[in-house]
């Protein structure tokens, strides 16, 4: 009975030290998430994409399977996010089981959390719908595909497996190694509202693609063409959530991640497709194991001292600096960049510079105050392709020169300085000649 | 009559040049000092002529003072001048003390202007504060 006793404190207070380490989310010190939804349409599709999946366990997610149409199905309880990601593998489903449906999708983007969408050959209203909600417009033909007659991949006879390499050129996005096989696709189209710069194409199709149906003849010219055709887009909301909407949920499949390629009018023949390393680095990007940036705060002080001040004089000189760290999936690193730049802003920026680095995450730079007065902000707004955006700020008031502040002789007015001091010394010789003469 | 014209100024002039010579050196001496501080104040407005009225608070006391410094001294000549019947019994001393009184206040009143604005800077902003 004493034994019993022992091992239940100790494991009370073995967990009780473990509880910190027991994180499930993703917090601000640790970005990437955890936790990951994957919703199937098919229990097949565990064993069909395999590799996909296991390429994500191996990287230390938390994958949890689940039917599209389960009963049980929640993203929150008692106001918590059980998730920090969603797959949603299930391109045909109509309508989702238990407590989902596309506003609680909406709405787990909207907290921040990431999201993956496939449609495939055919696209339900319900997923058309959540695309549309992150801003991407799937072809309202439902038995449209995209066919390529001069991009498809020769081991297929009808066109629709389209060997796609028009991708975005981001090393954030896709990693730094360069995708050299083309990334195989079947599937449907989507596009993308031009106005809206938060929607961005990852893999376009070729200008001689075209949106229809590969079955029956064309009656009239088909909507959607060429490179307006999106094969795989990402979007970043403003609150930094990344959700991947992809035409094909073929591109994951096992069987195009091994199979060769040879795009037709091309001599080049890869042994492997590029799916596998497009999949991959994408969903290292959508995860947020890239591409995420923090930032310390913004310190400003004037040159030679060391404490910030409550307030500048105009024309005085002053350095700032901000500390930008980059997240590399496990640690943070400093951040290396040429291209981050601080406002002196007032209604309109007065001074802008681009901060100069020391590659250890820290951007300094100095300027002049602007001969205005007023209420600034110190305002770093960077907004790359890929990476988080970062919106800092600082307030600081100007105010002009107090009065013993102007200097003390006018230059321009040395003759008039002159001029009273000849008259005081005319006075005093006048005085003493008038005086004395006789 | 062209010559005539230019004889009668020569005459003119040289009538002028001998009353003037006339004149007690205690005068002289004033209208010296006359001289040298209206040609003072002239020099300024040439200058302000050239670089333009910045700063137009200096230039005031710069000519102002060699005015000021002027006019006075003509109050002195006018006084001490013994052909002027209504200025008796002051006495030497007197005018030349009210005299310096006033160049005292003069001279204050001067150097707060020249050396940026002193008594007034406290009170508000002239022109010259603002950049």
């Known amino acids: ?154 081991s297929d006879g009808d066109h629709t497996l389209i060997a796609a390499d028009d991708l975005v050129k981001s090393d954030v996005i896709l990693g730094k190694t360069k995708i050299e096989a083309p990334v195989l696709f079947r599937g449907v189209a989507h596009s993308l ?37 999106s094969l795989v887009s990402v979007m970043q909301a403003r609150n930094n959530a990344r959700v991947v909407i992809s035409g094909s949920l073929q591109l994951f499949s096992d069987r195009l991640f091994r199979s060769g390629v040879q795009k037709a009018g091309s001599p080049n023949k890869y042994e492997k497709s590029g799916n596998e390393q497009f999949a991959t680095e994408l969903s290292k990007w959508v995860f947020h194991e890239r591409g995420h940036l923090k930032a310390g705060s913004l310190v400003h002080h004037r040159v030679g001292e060391t404490d910030e001040p409550a307030i500048y004089r105009i024309k005085d000189d002053l350095e700032f600096s901000v500390e930008i760290l980059e997240w590399s999936g496990r640690s943070w690193e400093p951040y290396v960049a040429d291209d981050l730049q601080v406002q002196f802003y007032m209604m309109s920026p007065y001074v802008l510079k681009t901060l100069s680095t020391d590659k250890k995450g820290m951007f300094h730079t100095s300027f002049k105050v602007p001969d205005v007065y007023g209420v600034f902000q110190f305002k770093v707004e960077y907004e790359k392709l890929g990476y988080t955006t970062l919106s800092l700020s600082k307030q600081i008031p100007v105010r002009p020169y107090r009065h013993n502040e102007y200097e003390r002789f006018i230059p321009t007015a040395y003759p008039y300085y002159g001029a009273c001091f000849t008259t005081m010394a005319g006075f005093f010789v006048f005085s003493f000649v008038y005086l004395y003469h006789k | ?72 001294a003509v109050c002195l000549r006018i006084q001490v001048n013994k052909e002027n019947k209504e200025f008796k019994g002051l006495g030497f001393a007197g005018e030349f003390d009210s005299r310096q009184y006033a160049l005292v206040l003069l001279g204050l009143v001067h150097r707060d202007c020249e050396l940026g604005m002193g008594i007034n800077w406290s009170l508000f902003p002239t022109a010259n504060t603002i950049n």
Do not use: W
């Open chain 1, 193 to 229: 509202n031009p106005t809206n710069n938060l929607v961005l194409k990852v893999l376009s199709a070729s200008p001689s693609a075209y949106s229809a149906n590969p079955s029956s003849k064309l009656s009239s010219p088909p909507q959607l063409t060429g490179s307006a055709i």
């Open chain 2, 1 to 72: 009559m062209v010559k005539s014209t230019s004889k009668d100024a020569q005459d003119l002039f040289r009538s002028l040049h001998s009353a003037y010579s006339a004149t007690p050196t205690n005068l002289k001496i004033i209208d010296m000092y006359v001289v040298f501080a209206v040609f003072t104040a002239l020099i300024q407005v040439a200058y302000m002529a050239l670089v333009g009225s910045f700063p137009f608070n200096s230039f005031l006391s710069g000519v102002l003072s060699c005015v000021g410094t002027a006019v006075l």
């Open chain 1, 1 to 154: 009975e004493a034994n019993m006793m022992n091992l239940s404190r100790s494991v009370a207070l073995i967990s009780l030290f473990l509880l910190p380490l027991l994180s499930f989310s993703f917090s601000v010190d640790n970005p990437t998430d955890r936790r990951v939804l994957v919703l199937l349409d098919d229990l097949s599709l565990k064993s069909s994409h395999s590799i996909f999946f296991s390429t994500l366990k191996s990287r230390g997610f938390d994958l949890d399977f689940k039917l599209a149409d389960d009963s049980k199905l929640a993203l929150q309880r008692y106001g918590q996010y059980l998730y920090d990601g969603l797959i949603i593998f299930a391109p045909s489903t109509e309508r989702f089981g238990g407590a989902l449906d596309s506003k609680s999708i909406a709405d787990f983007v909207d907290s921040g959390r990431d999201l993956i969408l496939s449609a495939d050959t055919s696209a339900s209203d319900l997923i058309r719908g959540i695309a549309l909600e992150c801003g991407v417009d799937f072809d309202e033909d439902s038995s449209a595909m995209v066919i390529d007659h001069s991009s498809f991949s020769l």
